[in-house]
């Protein structure tokens, strides 16, 4: 069971900072900043370079804490989140990513999720920091404090129409 936390933190997480990587750096085939303001004012978003920032900083630093297992509840609920944000714009085009589907952000939300319940296990920084056994209730922490903020964000930082080019 601990080999099978390790490898699902691990991923999911080091996916999850990849991706944010991408959204603000040239690195793993980003965009740089100005590419990742783009693709926000392109999706309906507003706040220019601060959402692109806050959106990767998200992504780099819960995908972070995830794949070491700290601070799990806290990390899942701000991968929750942040996913929760890129499932509602990428929505309408149903769930296959070769459609620009939200597969890829459900996945990631599932997969904090399933670690907010289950705990990092004993490889981990959360371990090592005496903060196990596990509670079953941080799940719930982490998507109802995950998917409002995401929602919130999605309310407070969208347009009704998308801007245009």
Do not use: C
């Not at 085939?29 to 692109?52: I, M, P, Q, Y």
């Not at 319940?117 to 371990?127: H, K, Y």
């Amino acid at each position: 069971m601990e080999l099978g936390l390790l490898i699902l933190r691990a991923v999911t997480g080091l996916l999850l900072a990849a991706h944010g990587v991408q959204k603000v750096s040239f690195h793993l085939g980003g965009k740089g900043l100005a590419g990742g303001t783009e693709e926000f004012r392109h999706d309906g978003f507003r706040g220019g370079v601060l959402t692109a920032v806050a959106a990767g900083a998200t992504q780099i630093g819960s995908g972070a804490l995830l794949a070491a297992g700290a601070l799990t509840p806290l990390a899942a609920a701000g991968a929750i989140g942040v996913m929760t944000v890129a499932l509602t714009v990428k929505w309408s085009h149903g769930p296959w990513v070769q459609n620009d589907g939200y597969e890829y952000p459900l996945f990631l939300i599932v997969a904090a999720a399933a670690l907010s319940s289950t705990g990092p296990g004993a490889w981990s920084v959360d371990a090592v920091l005496g903060l196990l056994p596990w509670s079953g209730w941080w799940l719930a922490f982490a998507v109802v404090l995950g998917v409002g903020g995401g929602l919130a964000t999605r309310t407070a930082l969208h347009r009704s129409e998308p801007a245009r080019s």
